[in-house]
């Protein structure tokens, strides 16, 4: 398996679970339905794990454009690689949003709420402010990136150039619970997207899929789960060298 597909396989694994979670948690007539926060965030903690693990092989992992971004800025991953990592996330997250409708199809014909159906794809805030919500995604996504700089192995020379030992699969566990502390602590405000590919993606595929009774993809908030969690993933790196 190339870089480019353990990026897009490890999302697709990542969004399939996470967004598999909610679906199961805020659908009518689930096993799961109204079963609550702690379940959803424990879920995603697991989807990172389960996308992390399998990629990490192949990519190091990273599954999310802001560690991507702030791996390059901490002078751990090779800037040239960045367009094709981002784009398989993207791709991998758009992937992992089809197989939840066609899993909950018939759930999602059974929730008339536009609202609760665009919860499952992609996040909102609780209280919308968009300065307030720029910051709560970018302090969430400044820790989750900060912490995972030093869950890393550390650095080695190959080929004339510094590489990461990667994370491996006992690795991938920190990153699943810090997900998950991250998301009881901080997830409150604005459903702690904390990666622009986990949202994008799946929004795209919100506004693509024939759902019955959908409302509009929320572009205007869009833009937010995108810029606060790559902010968050600069400020991390560049801390990170500081430190």
Known sequence: MTPFLGELTGTALLVTLGDGV????????????????????????????????????????????????????????????????????????????????????????????GNTQLSVFCTSPAIRNPFNNVVTELVGTFILVFCVLYILGPSIRINNREEIIGLGSIG????????????LSLGGPTGYAINPARDLGPRIMHFLLPIPNKRDSDWGYSWIPVLGPLLGGILAALVYRLL
Do not use: C
Not at 41 to 67: D, E, I, K
Not at 68 to 81: H, Q
Not at 172 to 183: E, H, M
């Open 172 to 183: 991938a566990l920190p990153v699943g619970l810090l997900v998950l502390g991250i998301g």
């Open 22 to 113: 909610v679906a199961n948690v805020l659908l009518n007539k689930t096993a799961g339905h109204n079963s609550g926060w702690i379940v959803i965030t424990f879920g995603w903690a697991m989807a990172v794990y389960t996308g992390v693990f399998v990629a990490t092989p192949f990519s190091n992992a990273h599954l999310n454009p802001a560690v991507t971004l702030g791996l390059a800025i901490a002078g751990k991953f090779d800037w040239s690689l960045v367009p094709t990592f981002m784009s398989a996330q993207i791709l991998g997250a758009m992937l992992g949003a089809l197989i939840v409708w066609i899993v909950y199809r018939p759930h999602f014909r059974e929730t008339p709420d």
